[in-house]
């Protein structure tokens, strides 16, 4: 891979790639991996804030019984980041109700 890619590379691609223009010929330790792996997350808008629309969106779906990773699709998320924040949300929504 010595040319620039023609599209955005993600996850191990995405590494060995920048390993390659770093000059590295070894494998990447566990930690430069890690560090790599935030960078080009971060770049790529992975760890963006959840909107008010969107939590609401997300709610919709969960009400319709959408699974998870159906809804990370429609979203662009990751389904982890789906089922963290339906957990989040729900906690939320116990929090606010009155008690008995």
């Given at each position: 891979m010595s040319t620039a890619p023609s599209a955005i590379l993600t996850g191990d691609a995405a590494v060995?790639?920048?390993a390659e223009q770093l000059g590295r010929v070894k494998e990447l330790?566990?930690?430069?991996?890690?560090?790599?792996?935030?960078a080009i997350r971060r770049?790529?808008?992975?760890?963006r804030r959840w909107t008010t629309a969107e939590d609401q969106r997300l709610m919709?779906?969960?009400k319709a019984r959408i699974r998870a990773s159906e809804m990370a699709v429609t979203l662009n998320r990751t389904e982890d980041?789906?089922?963290?924040?339906l957990c989040d949300l729900k906690k939320r929504e116990r929090a606010l109700r009155p008690a008995k």
């Open positions: 060995v790639y920048l330790t566990d930690f430069e991996s890690r560090i790599l792996h935030r770049d790529t808008g992975m760890f919709k779906m969960h980041s789906v089922r963290r924040r």
